[in-house]
């Protein structure tokens, strides 16, 4: 059974400029959750989807976004970046919910220059 | 708000060295612990997963405890090995959301040959 993907692995951007994330869950998955990993502030909930419909939402401005497709892959949208937004973006899926085992992506390493 | 507190952030031993991992938390309201392991610029792999009901769960060499009472848990991992050289997290989900984790900030682990 295939892994969480994530694409692209890695990623330079300058200022001002806007990026999309590419998560596709396990097979079979439905909700799949967003993560934003900087060593300042360790590991912090972006948000998670499920079933197409946004379920939760951390506290990030609203330059961020998502959205998951019929297929549960989902998107991140950063717009209008910052230099503080250079991270390790991490998704994770499971089955129904985070009741359940989460599996991690090997995550996506974002420079912003 | 669920405040997580992971110490030490960094631990040398050498080894073969029986060691002890602390996760502290400020909310009991947990719905499960769940103990990851990231190596550098990887994803997270799930290590151990504890249900609020339980005390303990156990696989292979490690060894993971849960008292909600006292806001702790800890991951026991005996006779280290190099190959155990990596960044342990632990997540908590809250009873009242099963969607977000809650992450520590980590504790980097090198084990010397």
């Known amino acids: 059974k295939a892994g969480v993907t994530q694409t692209p692995r890695y990623l330079i951007k300058t200022r001002g400029q806007q990026v999309t994330l590419s998560c596709s869950p396990i097979?079979?998955?439905?909700?799949v959750s967003w993560y934003q990993q900087t060593p300042g502030q360790g590991l912090q909930f972006l948000f998670e989807?499920?079933?197409?419909?946004?379920?939760n939402k951390g506290n990030f401005p609203g330059r961020f976004s998502g959205r998951q497709f019929s297929n549960s892959r989902s998107e991140m949208n950063v717009s209008t970046l910052e230099l503080g937004d250079s991270a390790l973006y991490l998704c994770a899926s499971t089955v129904g919910g985070g009741a359940n085992t989460q599996y991690f992506g090997p995550g996506t390493r974002l420079t912003v220059l | 708000k669920q405040e997580v507190t992971q110490i030490p952030a960094a631990l040398s031993v050498p080894e073969g060295e029986n060691l002890v991992l602390n996760c502290s938390f400020t909310d009991s309201a947990i719905y499960n612990l769940q103990w990851f392991r990231q190596d550098p610029g990887k994803g997270l792999t799930s290590l151990l997963l504890i249900q609020s009901s339980q005390r303990e769960q156990t696989s292979g060499r490690l060894n993971a405890s849960l008292d909600k009472s006292s806001g702790r848990s800890t991951l026991y991992i005996a006779a280290s090995q190099p190959g155990d050289s990596a960044t342990y997290l632990c997540a908590l989900l809250m009873l009242y959301n099963f969607n977000k984790f809650y992450f520590g900030s980590g504790t980097k682990l090198n084990v010397k040959p």
């Open positions: 989807y499920f079933s197409e419909t946004q379920r």
């Open positions: 097979s079979g998955h439905r909700s």
